[in-house]
């Protein structure tokens, strides 16, 4: 490839291309040599801005490697290692066009473009209080708490409980997303959102209002355009549920005459409800790569 601005011209030369899997940089190294139209000659120092002005170099962390249809074009210029040739005529220019980008070997006719993104999840577990043992009302699967009693046999004593230790799962989901397509702070508008949610269909094989998004975070990775998301989820095998007694007047648990809890309801913290998996922007090759843990196609 060859081009010229109005002081220099120049002439590439890919060197080196290196393919890299999802979560690495692919490159691409090209030699450009540079002269100066009118035969002079370059310093490869004072002139190296001069340079970029006219479009011989290219602006670092900014200009893309301009190629389309595959990866090549995510590429943007991250290094600019300048010499000068012997005669002092010329310079040779190694330039490094890095991205995170890679083409999913899913695609068919059209290349699926993805960018990095993961699953983690540690087990943990919480203390949960019992009132009643052998219930014949399970925690709700749906968006509301209980409505009425939850049966069962209540455990010794008027306010008697037995603490028992409940599943959990913590889930970490980090994504790799692109500012120049998705700017930071129009992310962290919309993403923030899912912060103290419950989902409202399945997620990632859990099933609906098992999980709370605890938080989401956004840092920008310095020295490029792409930025980490990462979302916290926790499941838990009671929906989030706990036993609570009801009340009575005098701020007490509500009793029966025979000296037990009136009436014990399956309660938890109210929570908007959302689709987690409005995360993924409807990129079904995302969901599956991210889910999956591994490339499933044709499926």
């Known amino acids: ?7 220099y011209s120049w002439n590439d030369r890919v060197l080196d291309q290196r393919v890299a899997a999802l979560g690495a940089e692919s490159e691409i190294i090209v030699s450009r040599i540079i002269q100066k139209q009118n035969g002079g000659s ?3 120092v004072t002139e190296y801005e001069a340079m970029v002005t006219d479009g011989a170099l290219p602006i670092v962390d900014y200009d893309a490697y301009g190629a389309l249809g595959s990866w090549h074009q995510f590429c943007r210029a991250r290094s600019v290692t300048v010499r000068l040739l012997e005669g002092g005529k010329a310079v040779d220019a190694q330039i490094s066009f890095r991205t995170k980008y890679v083409i999913s070997p899913c695609s068919t006719t059209t290349p ?15 203390n949960l209080k019992l009132h009643r043992m052998s219930w014949t009302t399970s925690p709700p699967n749906t968006a509301s708490n209980s409505t009425g009693d939850i ?3 209540s455990v010794t004593g008027a306010d008697g409980f037995e ?3 409940i599943g959990q799962v913590r889930i970490r989901l980090r994504a790799t997303q692109d500012a120049s397509v998705v700017p930071l702070d129009t ?3 919309t993403l923030t959102n899912y912060a103290n949610t419950t989902n409202s269909a399945s997620f990632c094989g859990f099933p609906a209002y098992s999980l709370i998004c605890e938080g989401v975070n956004l840092e920008k990775e310095q020295g490029s355009e792409f930025y980490e998301v990462v979302f916290e989820f926790l499941y838990d095998k009671f929906f989030h549920f706990s036993q609570v007694a009801t009340i009575d ?23 908007t409800s959302t689709d987690f998996n409005n995360i993924y922007s409807g990129d079904a090759a995302l969901k599956s790569y991210v889910e999956d843990g591994w490339w499933v196609c044709g499926t």
């Open 151 to 153: 049966g069962g046999t």
């Open 42 to 44: 370059i310093n490869a």
């Open 163 to 165: 603490s028992v230790q």
């Open 187 to 189: 992310a962290a508008t």
């Open 249 to 271: 007047a005098d701020g007490r648990p509500k009793m029966t005459t025979s000296g037990q809890l009136s009436e014990v309801k399956w309660m938890r913290l109210p929570r």
């Open 112 to 126: 699926i473009t993805m960018l990095p993104a993961q699953f983690s999840f540690v087990t943990a577990s919480r």
């Open 1 to 7: 490839m060859s081009g010229a601005g109005t002081v």
